[in-house]
């Protein structure tokens, strides 16, 4: 977070964006949606050795309710398709999504019947993983990604045009 | 006795084939038999089923039927079976005994014309999901089944993909629920 100490301690200046971001960027909170052999991956990625509690993502969500990131390791089948909707459909905004591994990004080396290609044309995902299955670095390193992203945003100027409605309204 | 012998007495008329590979034995019996011909193998050991799965024997079946074809009608048949001839499909059943760890392979053939073979989930109830799985993917139906339902393709998909003249990538289907949000 930028911002500016004024007058000594106790008083800090920033942008309510940047604060905004500060607090989303620090505690993305992952739903780990394992599916096949890359949720061995993720659980890896998530266990004492890789620690990806460091970055933030300090405490697995397993009810869609209550996370951020929607890490999807594995292969989904068309029968699990709008399983997946309704997931991330359920998910309280703000959200983001990981796809990793070759099945869910591209569907892999699975171009079948029952294979979904790619989650992408289902749900927005905003990094993917490649790999079969990437290493847990590689998790970790899409993790630090979508934290630089969450700190490019602006989550407010989007907002603009409710918020000036709203100005409006009061007046 | 020997498995082979034992087989052969238990089955007497009832078999149509017995073919041994490396120890294994593989017992093929007639369709309408079925379920008798399984209760007395149950009786006499074989307790234990392992398995039940489907076999789609589509290039035998077409080669076959070519050759019928060519060879004329005055010919006599051949009566000498070497691998499967048509019918295409077959369902095989893997038993076991659990008192002396025997094994036996047990083939039914199914005619494309009349997929419809009595359930042994009287006999064994762990032969319901692999029927399930037979009918998903090969659609041969079990008469008898308390819940004949698709085990792993979504309810509303309507072709059996094991079948080996539906095509690997699939037909284009997707699963649609009315939950869908877009
Ligand atoms: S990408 Fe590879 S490791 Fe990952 S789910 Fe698919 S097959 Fe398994």
Redesign the pocket.
């Known amino acids: 977070m930028k911002f500016q100490a004024i007058q000594g301690e106790g008083w800090l200046l920033t942008k309510a964006e940047q604060l905004i971001n500060w607090g989303r960027s620090r505690s993305p909170w992952p739903f780990p949606y394992g599916?096949?052999?890359?949720g061995i991956?993720l659980m890896c990625a998530l266990a004492s050795s890789y620690d990806m509690a460091r970055f933030g993502a300090e405490r697995v969500a397993f009810t869609p309710r209550q996370c951020d990131v929607l890490i999807e390791?594995?292969?989904i089948t068309k029968k699990m398709v709008p399983v997946l909707k309704r997931i991330y459909a359920q998910m309280a905004e703000p959200k983001w999504v990981i796809a990793?591994?070759?099945?869910?990004c591209s569907g892999?080396?699975?171009r079948t019947y029952s294979t979904h290609q790619g989650i992408g044309s289902v749900i927005p995902v905003d990094i993917y993983v490649p790999?079969?299955?990437p290493r847990p670095e590689g998790i970790l390193y899409a993790l630090l990604k979508l934290i630089d992203k969450i700190e490019a945003d602006h989550p407010l100027y989007k907002q603009r045009p409710k918020l000036v409605e709203a100005l409006e309204a009061t007046k | 006795m020997s498995l082979k012998e034992k087989v052969e007495s238990i089955l007497q008329s009832d078999l149509v084939e017995l073919s041994e590979f490396r120890g294994d034995i593989c017992v093929e019996i007639p369709k309408r038999k079925v379920i008798e011909v399984l209760t007395r193998l149950k009786e006499a050991g074989f307790d234990y089923l392992s398995d039940l799965f489907g076999v789609d024997n589509l290039a035998y079946y077409e080669k076959a039927k070519k050759a019928k074809k060519k060879k004329g009608e005055d010919e006599p048949e051949e009566p000498k079976r070497q691998g499967p001839p048509p019918p295409r499909f077959e369902v095989i059943y893997l038993l076991l005994s659990l008192s002396t760890n025997e094994r036996l392979q047990v083939r039914v053939r199914v005619p494309e014309d009349d997929l419809v073979l009595p359930s042994v989930t009287g006999l064994w109830r762990a032969a319901n999901w692999p029927e399930r799985e037979v009918f998903d993917m090969f659609g041969v139906r079990f008469k008898g089944h308390p819940n004949l339902r698709r085990l792993l393709m979504w309810d509303e998909f309507q072709d059996h993909p094991l079948r080996k003249d539906y095509p690997l990538e699939g037909k284009g289907e997707e699963r649609h629920l009315n939950y869908d949000i877009v």
């Open positions: 599916t096949a052999c890359c991956e390791a594995g292969t990793v591994g070759a099945c869910a892999g080396v699975f790999g079969c299955p």
